[in-house]
T-cell receptor, first 113, second 114 residues
Framework: GDSVTQMEGPVTLSEEAFLTINCTYT??????LFWYVQYPGEGLQLLLK?????DKGSNKGFEATYRKETTSFHLEKGSVQVSDSAVYFC????????????FGKGTRLSVIA | EAGVAQSPRYKIIEKRQSVAFWCNPI?????LYWYQQILGQGPKLLIQ????????DSQLPKDRFSAERLKGVDSTLKIQPAKLEDSAVYLC????????????FGPGTRLTVL
C-alpha cells in the first residue's frame, strides 16, 4: 500500500537557519503530495501542496518540489523563525482524490532565538 | 467561515468504559473523515463518509469502534469498550466533495485510557 517516510526529529535550529525536512513516498498511482503543519495546541493545517510531477508548492516562505524520479517532496525554508516551531507532516493522496490522506510520522521542529 | 468543530477536547476514562466524540464539519462539506493519531505517529484513517454513507471503514476496529453521520452533517465516533491502546488524539476532517484534495482538520479530541 501507499506509504510516506519522513526524517525523524526532533530538529532544533537557530533562528534564520536553513531548514530541510526530507520526505519520500511509495504509491501505486500518481498521488498528490502535501505538507501539513501542527502548531502547539492547534489542529492540522495545510501548509502547501503539489498535484503533479515537477510542481512546486509554496507558502509562508516554505517550498517543496514534487520529484517523481526520486519519489520525494522535501520541505525547505531559507530562514526559519521561532514562530515556525511546530510538527510537520508529509502526506499523500492518490490522484483521484477519493482516497484519504496517508501521513508520515511527523517531524518536530524547534527554532530557538 | 467557521472551521471544523470537535468536542470534547480532552477525555480521560478507564479501560472497558465507553466514550463518544462529536464532530461538526464545515458547512456544506460532503466528505467527512475520522483519523486516529497515536503519540509520535502520523494520523491514520478510521472511517470516511460521503454525506451519510460510508466510503471506507476498512481500518475501523469494528468490534469496539462505531461511527455514524445520520443526517450527512455532524458525526459521532464511539468506542465501547475502550482499551489502553486507544489512547490517542482523534481528528475529524472534512472537504467539500470527493476528489477535492485539501482536507480541513478540527482541533482533535485527546483521549487517555487508564
Amino acid at each position: 500500500g501507499d506509504s510516506v517516510t519522513q526524517m525523524e526529529g526532533p530538529v532544533t535550529l537557530s533562528e534564520e537557519a536553513f531548514l530541510t525536512i526530507n520526505c519520500t513516498y511509495t504509491a501505486t498511482g500518481y498521488p498528490s503530495l502535501f505538507w501539513y503543519v501542527q502548531y502547539p495546541g492547534e489542529g492540522l493545517q495545510l501548509l502547501l501542496k503539489a498535484t503533479k510531477a515537477d510542481d512546486k508548492g509554496s507558502n509562508k516562505g516554505f517550498e517543496a518540489t514534487y520529484r517523481k524520479e526520486t519519489t520525494s517532496f522535501h520541505l525547505e525554508k531559507g530562514s526559519v523563525q521561532v514562530s515556525d516551531s511546530a510538527v510537520y507532516f508529509c502526506a499523500l493522496s492518490e490522484d483521484s482524490g477519493n482516497t484519504p490522506l496517508v501521513f508520515g510520522k511527523g517531524t518536530r521542529l524547534s527554532v530557538i532565538a | 467561515e467557521a472551521g471544523v468543530a470537535q468536542s470534547p477536547r480532552y477525555k480521560i476514562i478507564e479501560k472497558r468504559q465507553s466514550v463518544a466524540f462529536w464532530c461538526n464539519p464545515i458547512s456544506g462539506h460532503a466528505t467527512l473523515y475520522w483519523y486516529q493519531q497515536i503519540l509520535g505517529q502520523g494520523p491514520k484513517l478510521l472511517i470516511q463518509f460521503q454525506n451519510n454513507g460510508v466510503v471506507d471503514d476498512s481500518q475501523l476496529p469494528k468490534d469496539r469502534f462505531s461511527a455514524e453521520r445520520l443526517k450527512g452533517v455532524d458525526s459521532t465516533l464511539k468506542i465501547q469498550p475502550a482499551k489502553l491502546e486507544d489512547s490517542a488524539v482523534y481528528l475529524c476532517a472534512s472537504n467539500p466533495r470527493l476528489g477535492y484534495n485539501e482536507q480541513f482538520f478540527g482541533p482533535g479530541t485527546r483521549l487517555t485510557v487508564l
